[in-house]
Antibody, heavy 121, light 107 residues
């Protein structure tokens, strides 16, 4: 069974930093792209970043470029999101999602339970 | 960036009704379109990928269609557990954008 378990969410002051983790199990981690998707309270879903199987390619939504860094550790089957210079508008539940692939189509086919990041003074 | 627009933003329906939700892309995305269901306080769940392919384990009352810029998600006979929020998402290009969501409520 595929499992994704996020951790690291917390209350942080504006301008602060936080590192989110996602522990993956039940599948071959090195075969998949992985993504972070967030959801502000009462709002819709927003894709944040993704990373290739081997970590050689990384992509970000414009609003987090230069502030957030996605990374992965193959040995630990873990995904990370380092978040710096946090703003109030980064307040959200952050989900780790597997970028499943089928016949040329990508899809977020497995999700973690989410971890809440609150940016407030 | 490709903008995804869902309509309606909300709708009221009854158990057993046939419901259709529309998603429009700001440019052609071929069939690179996914649909998700999200229940309150839970992670989204993949329903449909590649515009019309049913994800494993998803009930057959859910179906998707469309290509280019216009897509639909249809629930053939609403069940009590289907009253929740649905999102479309394009996988044609990065950033992977979502629609704003459609909330299906009980009439």
């Amino acid at each position: 069974e595929v499992q994704l378990v996020e951790s690291g969410g917390d209350l942080v002051q504006p301008g602060g930093s936080l590192r989110l983790s996602c522990a993956a199990s039940g599948f071959t981690f090195t075969h998949y792209w992985m993504s972070w998707v967030r959801q502000a309270p009462g709002k819709g879903l927003e894709w944040v970043a993704n990373i290739k199987h081997d970590g050689s390619e990384k992509y970000y939504v414009d609003s987090v470029k230069g502030r957030f860094t996605i990374s992965r550790d193959t040995a630990k089957s873990s995904l990370y999101l380092q978040m710096n210079s946090l703003r109030a508008e980064d307040t959200a539940v952050y989900y780790c999602a597997r970028d499943g692939w089928s016949s040329g189509y990508y899809k977020f086919d497995s999700w973690g339970q989410g971890t809440l990041v609150t940016v407030s003074s | 960036d490709i903008q995804m627009t869902q309509s309606p933003s909300s709708l009221s329906a009854s158990v057993g009704d046939r419901v259709t939700i529309t998603c429009r892309a700001s440019q052609s995305i071929s069939t690179y379109l996914n649909w998700y269901q999200q229940k309150p306080g839970k992670a989204p769940k993949l329903l449909i990928y590649a515009a019309s392919s049913l994800q494993s384990g998803v009930p057959s009352r859910f179906s998707g269609s469309g290509s280019g810029t216009d897509f639909t998600l249809t629930i053939s006979s609403l069940q009590p557990e289907d009253f929740t929020t649905y999102y479309c998402q394009q996988s044609y290009s990065t950033p992977r954008t979502f629609g704003q969501g459609t909330k299906v409520e009980i009439k």
